[in-house]
């Protein structure tokens, strides 16, 4: 039932998190928000892109979906006149071949225009990338936080705050009628924001406690390799440069844009029978034949619940086209988009 409940708790905060961020502040922008992003080695819960409308706007010509690594390296690059691609582009630090097809694929997205003289491409960019990412904000979600828990999950996030990649880290956890018991609280790192989150209630009511203190994105971080608890071997670190950093940054802010925290959906099963979509606020998903939320691992073809919707359903135009599982698909579709 944990998992289950840490998946629903992962939802709300990011319901919350789009309609409230910064919390205990006015609203400076649009905020983008999605779930489990990060890097090969670290995955955050939830992940709060923050941005200008005007960020947005600028960003949208460059379409919907992603730019991967390629494709930003030339958006960010790309000149306004016509150039040799191998002249006019810094050294990509892999192999040029990797280029061509990334130019190829620019000018199929339309952000990038090419033509050839002889055996050579010249490029030419259509739009300027924006900076569109003000800050990145990475969030931890433990409902459950008990002393080995907070124990575990503050080294964790020491490693986060040693590396900055993100602006500000924070925990989000929940609440009892007691409150958060303080020493939990102290096994974390002081530059950890933390966020209480009242149980069963919504997406309304998450309060900050602990404000996070901003970490030096833009400065080298150190990676934290190892750190034995023995007291006798040496911790292991490594260095993080800021190039690197800032990549990472615009990729996962990338990711967080084409995603966002409702494409749930695509690993779901909505056209199941039994798949609910609940609470306005999200929606959230819910199975009616378990009586209960369901977590996205276990709402899979392998459910031994799953039932197809009837054929009927999807006649007779219902609601407009499809049955009801294409009906929450794009209504988690359309919420998306209009986040964009
Ligand atoms: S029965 Fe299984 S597949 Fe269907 S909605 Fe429930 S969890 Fe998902």
């Known amino acids: 039932m944990s998992v289950v409940k840490e998946f629903g708790f992962e939802l709300r905060v990011c319901a919350w998190a789009e309609r409230n961020w910064p919390p205990g502040a006015t609203a400076v922008g649009a905020p983008i928000v999605a779930r489990q992003l990060g890097t090969k080695r670290r995955r955050w819960d939830t992940i709060v892109v923050e941005t200008a409308e005007s960020g947005l ?38 192999p040029w071949r990797y280029v061509r097809e990334a130019i190829h694929e620019a000018d ?73 018991e303080p020493a939990l609280l102290e096994a974390m790192p002081v530059e950890v924001g933390i966020l209480v989150v009242s149980p069963e209630s919504g997406s309304r009511s998450c309060e900050p406690v602990w404000r996070p203190r901003t970490l030096a994105a833009a400065e080298p971080g150190t990676r934290i ?45 909505p056209d199941c029978r ?44 219902w609601p407009i086209a499809g049955g009801p599982g294409r009906a929450a698909k794009r209504l988690l579709d359309r919420k998306r988009d209009r986040r964009r």
């Not at 990412?133 to 490693?159: F, M, S, T, Y």
């Open 108 to 180: 199929d997205r339309g952000f990038l225009e090419t033509r050839r003289d002889g055996n050579r491409i010249e490029i030419r960019r259509r739009y300027r990338y924006p900076a569109w990412v003000d800050r990145i904000v990475a969030i931890e979600n433990k409902p459950d936080l008990d002393a080995a828990a907070a124990r575990r999950l503050g080294e964790q996030l020491e490693h986060d705050v040693a590396l900055g990649l993100a602006d500000e880290v924070w925990l989000a956890t929940e609440t009892t009628a007691e409150g958060v």
């Open 57 to 94: 706007e600028e960003r949208a010509p460059f379409g919907g979906a992603r730019l991967g690594s390629e494709l930003l390296f030339l958006a960010r690059h790309a000149p306004a006149s016509w150039a040799y691609y191998r002249e006019c582009l810094p050294d990509p630090g892999y």
């Open 274 to 317: 039994h798949f609910e979509l609940t609470d306005p606020t999200g929606p959230f998903p819910r199975c009616a034949a378990k009586g209960r939320p369901q977590t996205a691992a276990e709402c899979s073809g392998s459910c031994s619940l799953f039932e197809p919707e009837p054929p009927a359903w999807r006649d007779g135009g």
């Open 225 to 269: 390799l190892d750190r034995p608890g023995d007291g006798r071997s040496a911790a292991r670190f490594e260095y993080a440069d800021p190039t690197w950093k800032r990549r990472k940054r615009l990729e996962i802010a990338e990711r967080a844009y084409e995603r966002g925290w409702r494409s749930y959906a695509g690993t779901m099963r």
